[in-house]
Nanobody, 123 residues
């Protein structure tokens, strides 16, 4: 099993910055990709950014956050970060960390979510 623990988030004025982090822990696991999604009330969860492991693809951003958000990974710490700059009110949402990979002797696939953290952009 793999657990994801998120931290960061909070409230900021428009134009401000916030950072999120998400650490994966467990035993005998490997990660294919880690990313961030967000969800507004009554709406579907949407991709914000995803960073695959080396050789498994390229980093991808939602058009709405390109140039403002930066996703990064520390493969030693199994942690993914999201630096959010020039925040807008429409970025207000619950942000969820996601990790996909496999674990254990049988290499069981997993696709886990973090607990979610609120980001509020308001004046």
């Amino acid at each position: 099993q793999v657990q994801l623990v998120e931290s960061g988030g909070g409230s900021v004025q428009p134009g401000g910055s916030l950072g999120l982090s998400c650490a994966a822990s467990g035993s005998d696991f490997r990660i294919y990709a880690m990313g961030w999604y967000r969800q507004l009330p009554g709406k579907q969860r949407e991709l914000v950014a995803v960073v695959p492991s080396l050789g498994l693809g390229t980093t991808n951003y939602a058009d709405s956050v390109k140039g403002r958000f930066t996703i990064s990974r520390d493969n030693v710490k199994n942690t993914v970060y999201l630096q959010m700059n020039s925040l807008k009110p429409e970025d207000t949402a619950v942000y969820y960390c996601n990790a996909a990979g496999d674990y254990g002797f049988g290499r069981t696939r997993f696709n886990y979510w973090g607990q979610g953290t609120q980001v509020t952009v308001s004046s």
